[in-house]
Protein backbone atom coordinates (compact mmCIF):
# COMPACT_ATOMS: atom_id res chain seq x y z
CA UNK A 1 0.00 0.00 0.00
CA UNK A 2 0.96 3.30 -0.91
CA UNK A 3 2.60 5.41 2.12
CA UNK A 4 0.80 8.37 2.76
CA UNK A 5 3.36 10.45 5.08
CA UNK A 6 5.08 13.50 4.46
CA UNK A 7 8.03 14.58 6.76
CA UNK A 8 7.22 17.59 9.30
CA UNK A 9 8.58 20.58 7.95
CA UNK A 10 9.82 21.60 11.18
CA UNK A 11 10.46 18.33 12.31
CA UNK A 12 11.02 16.13 9.76
CA UNK A 13 8.25 13.73 12.14
CA UNK A 14 6.38 11.49 9.25
CA UNK A 15 3.02 12.77 9.34
CA UNK A 16 -0.19 12.04 6.78
CA UNK A 17 -0.88 15.12 5.33
CA UNK A 18 -4.65 16.84 5.38
CA UNK A 19 -5.43 18.07 1.86
CA UNK A 20 -7.82 20.63 3.05
CA UNK A 21 -6.17 24.10 2.21
CA UNK A 22 -6.13 27.03 4.79
CA UNK A 23 -8.86 29.11 2.40
CA UNK A 24 -11.62 25.85 2.78
CA UNK A 25 -11.12 25.95 6.22
CA UNK A 26 -11.08 29.58 7.08
CA UNK A 27 -7.29 29.24 9.39
CA UNK A 28 -4.06 28.57 8.67
CA UNK A 29 -4.35 24.53 8.43
CA UNK A 30 -0.89 23.64 10.07
CA UNK A 31 -2.02 19.73 9.17
CA UNK A 32 -1.18 20.38 5.95
CA UNK A 33 2.64 21.21 6.59
CA UNK A 34 3.37 19.95 9.75
CA UNK A 35 2.42 17.16 12.44
CA UNK A 36 1.59 18.97 15.28
CA UNK A 37 0.32 22.65 15.75
CA UNK A 38 3.24 23.53 17.83
CA UNK A 39 5.34 22.84 14.52
CA UNK A 40 2.97 24.30 12.57
CA UNK A 41 3.03 27.81 14.24
CA UNK A 42 6.99 27.92 13.84
CA UNK A 43 6.66 26.74 10.20
CA UNK A 44 3.70 30.08 9.91
CA UNK A 45 6.25 32.10 11.68
CA UNK A 46 9.50 31.23 9.44
CA UNK A 47 7.07 32.24 6.21
CA UNK A 48 5.67 35.29 7.50
CA UNK A 49 9.38 36.81 8.27
CA UNK A 50 10.78 35.20 5.15
CA UNK A 51 7.93 36.84 3.27
CA UNK A 52 8.07 40.21 4.70
CA UNK A 53 8.85 43.18 2.55
CA UNK A 54 12.76 44.28 3.75
CA UNK A 55 12.71 47.44 5.53
CA UNK A 56 15.55 49.51 5.90
CA UNK A 57 16.61 47.70 9.11
CA UNK A 58 16.79 44.54 7.36
CA UNK A 59 18.93 45.42 5.01
CA UNK A 60 21.30 47.14 7.10
CA UNK A 61 20.95 43.96 9.19
CA UNK A 62 22.11 41.85 6.05
CA UNK A 63 24.69 44.22 5.35
CA UNK A 64 26.43 44.27 8.64
CA UNK A 65 26.33 40.34 8.48
CA UNK A 66 28.10 40.32 4.93
CA UNK A 67 30.77 42.58 5.48
CA UNK A 68 31.36 40.61 9.33
CA UNK A 69 31.60 37.26 7.22
CA UNK A 70 34.06 39.10 4.23
CA UNK A 71 35.79 40.45 7.56
CA UNK A 72 36.38 36.78 8.14
CA UNK A 73 37.54 35.10 5.69
CA UNK A 74 40.24 38.36 5.11
CA UNK A 75 41.35 37.67 8.54
CA UNK A 76 41.93 33.96 7.29
CA UNK B 1 -66.53 22.13 -30.96
CA UNK B 2 -62.65 21.03 -32.24
CA UNK B 3 -61.93 23.91 -34.97
CA UNK B 4 -58.72 21.63 -36.24
CA UNK B 5 -58.03 18.05 -36.71
CA UNK B 6 -54.92 16.67 -38.03
CA UNK B 7 -51.78 18.74 -37.34
CA UNK B 8 -48.13 18.12 -38.95
CA UNK B 9 -45.57 19.40 -36.08
CA UNK B 10 -43.30 21.70 -38.45
CA UNK B 11 -41.02 22.58 -35.29
CA UNK B 12 -40.11 22.11 -32.14
CA UNK B 13 -39.49 25.22 -30.58
CA UNK B 14 -38.76 25.72 -26.80
CA UNK B 15 -38.71 24.29 -23.47
CA UNK B 16 -39.36 27.05 -20.53
CA UNK B 17 -39.17 25.78 -17.19
CA UNK B 18 -40.75 27.72 -13.69
CA UNK B 19 -41.21 26.91 -10.23
CA UNK B 20 -44.32 24.91 -9.00
CA UNK B 21 -47.42 26.55 -8.30
CA UNK B 22 -46.70 29.71 -9.92
CA UNK B 23 -43.11 29.95 -9.39
CA UNK B 24 -40.38 32.18 -10.74
CA UNK B 25 -38.80 31.52 -13.93
CA UNK B 26 -35.91 28.72 -14.22
CA UNK B 27 -34.71 28.19 -17.35
CA UNK B 28 -35.53 27.74 -21.12
CA UNK B 29 -33.92 25.44 -23.34
CA UNK B 30 -34.35 26.70 -26.73
CA UNK B 31 -31.31 24.59 -28.81
CA UNK B 32 -33.32 21.52 -28.49
CA UNK B 33 -32.59 18.82 -30.75
CA UNK B 34 -35.58 16.37 -30.07
CA UNK B 35 -38.16 15.93 -27.36
CA UNK B 36 -40.63 13.19 -26.25
CA UNK B 37 -43.48 12.89 -24.75
CA UNK B 38 -44.11 9.03 -23.39
CA UNK B 39 -47.46 8.01 -22.00
CA UNK B 40 -47.90 4.74 -20.80
CA UNK B 41 -50.70 2.88 -19.03
CA UNK B 42 -51.11 -0.89 -18.12
CA UNK B 43 -53.64 -3.10 -19.71
CA UNK B 44 -54.40 -6.10 -17.62
CA UNK B 45 -57.23 -8.47 -19.96
CA UNK B 46 -59.93 -9.35 -17.34
CA UNK B 47 -60.89 -13.27 -18.83
CA UNK B 48 -63.93 -15.65 -18.23
CA UNK B 49 -65.25 -18.99 -19.89
CA UNK B 50 -61.70 -20.49 -21.32
CA UNK B 51 -59.93 -17.69 -21.33
CA UNK B 52 -62.10 -14.69 -23.29
CA UNK B 53 -61.40 -11.49 -22.72
CA UNK B 54 -64.82 -10.55 -21.15
CA UNK B 55 -63.00 -6.83 -19.69
CA UNK B 56 -59.64 -4.75 -19.57
CA UNK B 57 -58.06 -3.71 -16.21
CA UNK B 58 -56.53 -0.64 -16.87
CA UNK B 59 -54.05 1.40 -14.46
CA UNK B 60 -50.64 2.42 -14.10
CA UNK B 61 -50.91 5.42 -16.17
CA UNK B 62 -47.76 7.37 -16.85
CA UNK B 63 -46.12 10.07 -18.91
CA UNK B 64 -42.73 11.17 -19.08
CA UNK B 65 -40.97 13.86 -21.00
CA UNK B 66 -37.65 13.32 -22.27
CA UNK B 67 -35.02 15.13 -24.94
CA UNK B 68 -31.95 16.45 -25.56
CA UNK B 69 -30.47 19.70 -25.64
CA UNK B 70 -27.85 20.80 -28.51
CA UNK B 71 -26.26 23.12 -25.81
CA UNK B 72 -25.08 22.08 -22.33
CA UNK B 73 -27.73 23.71 -19.72
CA UNK B 74 -26.84 24.81 -16.64
CA UNK B 75 -30.21 25.62 -15.42
CA UNK B 76 -31.54 22.01 -16.88
CA UNK B 77 -27.91 21.17 -14.57
CA UNK B 78 -29.41 23.06 -11.78
CA UNK B 79 -32.85 21.04 -11.86
CA UNK B 80 -31.06 17.64 -12.42
CA UNK B 81 -28.75 17.66 -9.54
CA UNK B 82 -31.11 20.06 -7.05
CA UNK B 83 -28.74 22.87 -6.63
CA UNK B 84 -28.52 26.88 -7.41
CA UNK B 85 -25.57 28.24 -9.91
CA UNK B 86 -23.65 31.04 -8.31
CA UNK B 87 -21.29 33.44 -9.38
CA UNK B 88 -18.60 33.81 -6.61
CA UNK B 89 -15.12 33.88 -5.86
CA UNK B 90 -13.62 30.48 -5.92
CA UNK B 91 -10.32 28.35 -6.56
CA UNK B 92 -9.14 26.61 -9.39
CA UNK B 93 -6.35 23.95 -9.99
CA UNK B 94 -3.75 25.46 -12.24
CA UNK B 95 -1.23 23.69 -14.55
CA UNK B 96 1.61 25.74 -14.87
CA UNK B 97 5.37 25.30 -16.67
CA UNK B 98 7.41 27.93 -16.69
CA UNK B 99 11.29 28.10 -17.39
CA UNK B 100 13.97 28.98 -15.06
CA UNK B 101 15.82 32.51 -15.60
CA UNK B 102 18.65 34.56 -13.91
CA UNK B 103 19.39 38.32 -13.12
CA UNK B 104 22.67 38.97 -12.31
CA UNK B 105 23.11 41.79 -9.83
CA UNK B 106 26.24 44.16 -9.15
CA UNK B 107 29.03 44.81 -10.64
CA UNK B 108 32.63 43.51 -11.38
CA UNK B 109 33.66 41.38 -8.34
CA UNK B 110 30.62 42.10 -6.66
CA UNK B 111 28.08 40.56 -9.04
CA UNK B 112 26.16 37.85 -8.44
CA UNK B 113 23.88 35.89 -10.08
CA UNK B 114 20.42 34.27 -8.79
CA UNK B 115 17.97 32.23 -10.56
CA UNK B 116 14.60 32.34 -9.82
CA UNK B 117 11.28 31.43 -11.28
CA UNK B 118 7.76 33.44 -11.65
CA UNK B 119 4.58 31.33 -11.42
CA UNK B 120 2.08 32.56 -14.31
CA UNK B 121 -0.71 33.60 -11.55
CA UNK B 122 -0.66 33.90 -8.37
CA UNK B 123 -0.91 30.93 -5.95
CA UNK B 124 -3.62 30.58 -3.35
CA UNK B 125 -3.27 27.84 0.06
CA UNK B 126 -2.25 27.46 3.42
CA UNK B 127 0.90 29.97 3.55
CA UNK B 128 4.17 28.14 3.15
CA UNK B 129 2.44 24.86 0.77
CA UNK B 130 0.69 27.05 -2.27
CA UNK B 131 2.09 25.19 -4.65
CA UNK B 132 4.05 22.19 -2.09
CA UNK B 133 5.80 20.47 -5.16
CA UNK B 134 7.83 21.61 -8.08
CA UNK B 135 8.84 19.38 -10.85
CA UNK B 136 12.35 19.84 -12.62
CA UNK B 137 12.15 18.35 -16.49
CA UNK B 138 15.07 18.07 -18.72
CA UNK B 139 14.75 19.24 -22.39
CA UNK B 140 13.27 15.45 -23.16
CA UNK B 141 10.60 16.74 -21.02
CA UNK B 142 11.90 13.62 -18.07
CA UNK B 143 11.45 14.54 -14.20
CA UNK B 144 15.02 14.86 -12.76
CA UNK B 145 14.05 16.15 -9.69
CA UNK B 146 11.37 16.62 -7.35
CA UNK B 147 11.80 19.95 -5.06
CA UNK B 148 9.48 20.73 -1.72
CA UNK B 149 8.20 24.48 -0.76
CA UNK B 150 9.72 25.28 2.54
CA UNK B 151 9.54 28.52 4.28
CA UNK B 152 13.21 29.61 2.54
CA UNK B 153 14.77 27.70 -0.21
CA UNK B 154 17.30 26.94 2.82
CA UNK B 155 18.25 23.69 2.10
CA UNK B 156 18.76 21.49 -1.36
CA UNK B 157 15.50 20.15 -2.77
CA UNK B 158 13.64 22.89 -1.01
CA UNK B 159 12.34 25.83 -2.55
CA UNK B 160 10.80 29.13 -1.30
CA UNK B 161 7.67 31.41 -2.76
CA UNK B 162 6.60 34.63 -2.66
CA UNK B 163 2.51 34.84 -3.52
CA UNK B 164 2.84 38.27 -4.01
CA UNK B 165 5.99 38.71 -6.39
CA UNK B 166 5.07 35.00 -7.93
CA UNK B 167 8.55 34.73 -7.28
CA UNK B 168 10.07 31.05 -6.93
CA UNK B 169 13.45 30.87 -5.40
CA UNK B 170 15.66 27.96 -5.13
CA UNK B 171 18.64 26.47 -3.42
CA UNK B 172 21.75 27.26 -5.20
CA UNK B 173 22.60 24.44 -7.69
CA UNK B 174 19.22 22.68 -7.34
CA UNK B 175 18.54 24.30 -10.88
CA UNK B 176 19.89 25.87 -13.54
CA UNK B 177 18.86 28.59 -16.02
CA UNK B 178 17.10 27.03 -18.57
CA UNK B 179 15.38 24.36 -16.81
CA UNK B 180 11.75 23.40 -17.14
CA UNK B 181 9.38 23.20 -14.45
CA UNK B 182 6.15 21.78 -14.19
CA UNK B 183 3.64 22.73 -10.89
CA UNK B 184 0.37 22.77 -10.21
CA UNK B 185 -1.11 25.46 -7.50
CA UNK B 186 -4.80 26.77 -6.97
CA UNK B 187 -5.55 30.37 -7.97
CA UNK B 188 -8.74 32.40 -6.80
CA UNK B 189 -10.78 33.84 -9.52
CA UNK B 190 -14.19 35.02 -9.84
CA UNK B 191 -16.56 32.48 -11.38
CA UNK B 192 -19.44 33.25 -13.84
CA UNK B 193 -20.88 30.01 -12.63
CA UNK B 194 -20.61 27.54 -10.09
CA UNK B 195 -22.77 24.36 -9.49
CA UNK B 196 -22.08 22.03 -7.17
CA UNK B 197 -23.42 18.69 -6.91
CA UNK B 198 -24.16 18.13 -3.27
CA UNK B 199 -24.24 14.72 -2.09
CA UNK B 200 -27.64 15.31 -0.01
CA UNK B 201 -29.49 16.95 -2.44
CA UNK B 202 -31.67 15.75 -5.27
CA UNK B 203 -33.08 16.52 -8.75
CA UNK B 204 -36.11 19.18 -9.02
CA UNK B 205 -39.98 19.44 -9.61
CA UNK B 206 -40.74 22.30 -11.95
CA UNK B 207 -43.78 23.43 -13.83
CA UNK B 208 -42.63 22.89 -17.64
CA UNK B 209 -43.96 24.61 -21.33
CA UNK B 210 -43.44 22.77 -24.56
CA UNK B 211 -43.75 24.95 -27.55
CA UNK B 212 -44.52 23.71 -30.52
CA UNK B 213 -45.10 24.89 -34.45
CA UNK B 214 -47.99 22.93 -36.15
CA UNK B 215 -50.03 22.98 -40.11
CA UNK B 216 -52.97 21.20 -40.58
CA UNK B 217 -53.77 19.81 -43.71
CA UNK B 218 -55.08 23.31 -45.59
CA UNK B 219 -51.24 24.58 -44.04
CA UNK B 220 -52.67 26.79 -41.77
CA UNK B 221 -50.38 27.51 -39.12
CA UNK B 222 -51.21 26.58 -35.43
CA UNK B 223 -48.92 26.99 -32.18
CA UNK B 224 -49.06 24.42 -29.73
CA UNK B 225 -47.94 24.34 -25.48
CA UNK B 226 -48.02 21.32 -23.82
CA UNK B 227 -48.07 21.94 -19.96
CA UNK B 228 -47.13 19.84 -17.10
CA UNK B 229 -47.89 20.88 -13.56
CA UNK B 230 -45.50 18.79 -11.96
CA UNK B 231 -42.65 17.66 -14.24
CA UNK B 232 -40.51 15.78 -11.67
CA UNK B 233 -36.64 15.68 -13.86
CA UNK B 234 -34.25 13.14 -13.14
CA UNK B 235 -30.76 13.32 -11.75
CA UNK B 236 -29.96 10.79 -14.62
CA UNK B 237 -27.41 12.38 -17.23
CA UNK B 238 -24.50 12.15 -18.81
CA UNK B 239 -22.07 14.81 -19.74
CA UNK B 240 -19.72 13.31 -22.25
CA UNK B 241 -16.83 15.97 -23.38
CA UNK B 242 -14.46 16.01 -26.67
CA UNK B 243 -14.83 13.58 -29.64
CA UNK B 244 -18.21 14.15 -31.07
CA UNK B 245 -21.09 17.40 -30.11
CA UNK B 246 -21.54 17.59 -26.31
CA UNK B 247 -25.63 16.89 -25.88
CA UNK B 248 -27.71 17.38 -22.46
CA UNK B 249 -30.09 15.03 -22.25
CA UNK B 250 -33.02 14.88 -20.11
CA UNK B 251 -35.60 13.59 -18.75
CA UNK B 252 -38.87 13.97 -16.40
CA UNK B 253 -41.90 11.91 -14.94
CA UNK B 254 -45.07 14.06 -15.00
CA UNK B 255 -46.49 14.13 -11.63
CA UNK B 256 -50.50 13.84 -11.49
CA UNK B 257 -51.39 16.96 -10.32
CA UNK B 258 -53.82 16.29 -7.72
CA UNK B 259 -53.03 19.58 -5.70
CA UNK B 260 -56.68 21.72 -5.25
CA UNK B 261 -60.36 20.63 -5.83
CA UNK B 262 -59.88 19.56 -9.67
CA UNK B 263 -59.67 16.48 -11.69
CA UNK B 264 -56.07 15.34 -11.27
CA UNK B 265 -53.73 15.69 -14.70
CA UNK B 266 -50.50 14.87 -16.46
CA UNK B 267 -50.61 17.27 -18.80
CA UNK B 268 -52.41 19.50 -21.33
CA UNK B 269 -52.13 20.28 -25.17
CA UNK B 270 -53.34 23.83 -26.50
CA UNK B 271 -53.26 24.27 -29.93
CA UNK B 272 -54.43 27.70 -30.86
CA UNK B 273 -54.16 29.64 -34.39
CA UNK B 274 -50.87 31.48 -35.01
CA UNK B 275 -52.48 34.93 -35.05
CA UNK B 276 -55.33 34.23 -32.76
CA UNK B 277 -56.42 37.90 -30.95
CA UNK B 278 -57.08 38.07 -27.30
CA UNK B 279 -60.08 37.19 -25.82
CA UNK B 280 -61.13 40.23 -23.58
Redesign the interface.
Known sequence: MRNNTEPCRVCGKPFVPCGKSSAEIGAFNYREVSCSSECGQIYLQRVIKARQPKTVENIASEVTKNSKKVVKKQTK | MVKVNDLSIKSFETIMTFGVNGGSFRFELDEMQNVTLGNTEEKTNQTGRNGRTIGTLKKNKAVTVSGTSGMVSLGLMEAQVGSTAESKET?VKYPDYVTVVSETTGEGDDASTTVYALSSYMA??????EIGTIHVKDSSGIVTKTLKQ???ASAAGKF?Y???SKKITFYAGDVNEGDNLTFYY?R?IIADAVITNYSDNFSETLEVYVDFIAEDKCKNEYHGQIFMPYADFSGNFDLALGGDQTTHAFEATSIASACGNKRSKFWDITIFGANVEDVA
Open positions: TVGTAGNDATADPAKK
